[in-house]
Nanobody, 123 residues
């Protein structure tokens, strides 16, 4: 599958918008579903959103529906997570991962993971 590299995180103010990227080094990336997860300090990893291999279907966890949007660009071999109106509780390390299944909300269904990107939201 190659390497997945997340980017776009950092320190942002509450209410801002952030776009995370997940760039893949292997073109087979386009044949996999992609998911975004997050893990806050002291908390379990949480499913955020998933997108099918075609990019046509998406699934977002209910609590983030309407604020977070997942997308992908096959030409750029990259997936994205658009985060709008961020809140301090969105502070976490965000990970992207690939799966042969869609929609996969359990991290155990994902085969390859990136190293994560930290998003810190200040109030």
């Amino acid at each position: 599958q190659g390497q997945l590299v997340e980017s776009g995180g950092g320190l942002v103010q509450a209410g801002a918008s952030v776009r995370l990227s997940c760039a893949a080094s292997d073109r087979r990336f386009t044949t996999y579903a992609v998911g975004w997860f997050r893990q806050a300090p002291g908390k379990e990893r949480q499913f955020v959103a998933a997108i099918s291999s075609s990019g046509i279907m998406t699934s977002t966890t209910d609590s983030l529906e309407g604020r977070f949007t997942i997308s992908r660009d096959h030409d750029k071999n990259t997936a994205y997570l658009e985060m709008n109106s961020v809140r301090p509780e969105d502070t976490a390390v965000y990970y992207c991962a690939t799966s042969r299944s869609y929609p996969a909300r359990d991290g155990n269904e994902y085969d390859y993971w990136g190293q994560g990107t930290q998003v810190t939201v200040s109030s």
